[in-house]
């Protein structure tokens, strides 16, 4: 299965939890492990609560620990190194149980697509395993 993102900035998080719900709900599995995945090198995949200070903190720590342009060799061939150094601190991918048909997140937990060099056309990669009973 795939989701289509648009982004719309930069870098941004975009809160994905509903459409990774909705096609858990449309798959018969009810009972397992849904992986979320992206194959983009400058985005990444992130658990987390959202609140729009807390989303603002996440970008503004990942660019305090990846300022752009500080001299990186990849700038050279196509400018963009901080992107794909953010989304390396992020990671590609995270795997969450399913429960009763549905992502097993606390209270808080959201999952986010996380942009690291839009605007761009995005697709997340959802694989759904089902438990053997
Ligand atoms: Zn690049």
């Known amino acids: 299965m795939k989701l289509k993102i ?5 870098i941004e998080l975009i809160d994905i939890t509903s459409e990774i719900q909705q ?3 449309k798959s018969e599995v009810s009972e397992g492990i849904c992986i979320i995945s992206t194959r983009h090198t400058t985005a990444g995949i992130i658990v ?5 200070g807390l989303k603002e903190d ?3 720590l990942l660019q305090k620990l990846v300022p752009t342009g500080a001299g990186y060799r990849h700038d050279q061939i196509d400018n963009n190194a901080d992107a794909h150094l953010r989304a390396v601190l992020i990671g590609a991918s995270e795997a969450l149980p399913i429960t009763q048909g549905k992502l097993e997140l606390g209270t808080w937990q959201r999952v986010f697509f996380a942009e690291m060099d839009g605007p761009r056309n995005r697709i997340v990669n ?3 395993l089902k438990s053997i009973e």
């Open 6 to 10: 648009e982004t719309t900035r930069r």
């Open 23 to 25: 096609e858990i709900m």
């Open 48 to 52: 987390n609560e959202n609140e729009s």
């Open 58 to 60: 996440i970008l503004n």
């Open 126 to 128: 959802l694989t759904l």
